[in-house]
């Protein structure tokens, strides 16, 4: 092989490198669409399709407004602090109502999965109260609590705590047993037991209790506010409806929505965070 031979295959190489460094830039970026479109296509074609149809005359644009009004309303409704003062309140009623449910539930969830004695004579009552809707027992919290904060914060309360309970109740009673024998034949203490074996076991299944009541948390907000409340989300939507303001009242759904959305990613993460050694985690 020539000299000239061997200054054209390093140039060819030299050439080929530098393409392939420009190229990939315009890789990723085609990677990152392509993950981005496969996760949230059918979203934003839902979006787009909406924004054409009330747009064009499809549909009833007083009914059902072009997605950039109701944006428009969001953000007017932000920027201007009419909405801002209802998400304070709603969230301070439906924050007060999931911390009260999971100081109650998790400890007694606990306890229930672990003492028989326990769980036997208050699965009944337990069982008969799940059944009953939140909603049905709505008008008795009224009479017995007024119309105030009190019945609104106790609804919600009720209507989390069961799905918080029995999650916690099925977390402990769903540890492996043949953990909790190797912990006893090498002497751990009953606390022991509990700390390093029960509760790690349990904590996958009370964070799917977790996310299951701050759902449910949201949805009995909306309702308790929609009866008796002068101010909230919840409030906003029934009052922009009667007062015919719709950008307004979808609006006030949005925000719902992305306070569901927000408040379930912060307990993935937290459970991520968490329970790092479990598989179903991720």
């Known amino acids: 092989m020539t000299l000239q031979h061997i ?16 190229m990939e830039p315009l ?16 979203l934003l074609s839902f979006l787009v399709f ?15 407004p072009p997605v950039d009004t109701i944006v428009a309303a969001l953000w007017k409704g932000l920027i201007g602090g009419s909405l801002l003062g209802d998400i304070a ?4 009623r439906a924050g007060l109502a999931f911390a009260a449910a999971v100081v109650v539930a998790i400890p007694l ?14 699965d009944p009552i337990l069982q008969l109260f799940r059944q009953t809707s939140a909603l049905a027992l709505y008008p008795v919290f009224i009479l017995l609590l007024g119309l105030g904060e009190a019945s609104k ?33 090498y002497g751990a203490r009953r606390l022991t037991i509990f700390r390093r074996v ?19 948390a949201l949805l009995l907000l909306i309702a308790s506010e929609m009866i008796g409340a002068n101010k909230g989300i919840g409030f906003q939507v029934m009052n922009a409806q ?19 959305l927000i408040a379930n990613q912060v307990l993935v993460v937290l459970q991520r965070r968490l329970c790092r050694w479990n598989v179903s985690a991720g």
């Open 89 to 92: 309140i709603s969230l301070q």
């Open 27 to 42: 890789r990723l970026l085609t990677r990152t669409s392509a993950r981005i479109l496969s996760r949230y296509g059918v």
């Open 109 to 122: 969830g606990l306890v229930m999965g672990q003492a028989r004695a326990v769980e036997t004579p208050l």
């Open 242 to 260: 009667y007062n015919f303001q719709i950008p307004l009242m979808f609006a006030a759904i949005v925000i719902l929505a992305a306070l569901g």
């Open 7 to 22: 200054e054209k295959t390093v140039g060819i190489g030299r050439h080929e490198g530098g393409s392939g460094t420009g």
């Open 50 to 64: 909406w924004q054409v149809a009330a747009s064009s005359g499809w549909v009833n644009s007083a009914v059902l």
């Open 153 to 185: 914060v106790f609804v919600i309360f009720w209507a989390t705590l069961f799905p918080l309970l029995l999650n916690t109740i099925s977390g402990v009673k769903e540890v492996d047993p043949k953990l909790l024998e190797m912990a006893r034949a």
């Open 198 to 216: 029960v509760l790690p076991g349990a904590v996958p299944s009370i964070f799917v209790g977790l996310r299951l009541g701050a759902t449910t």
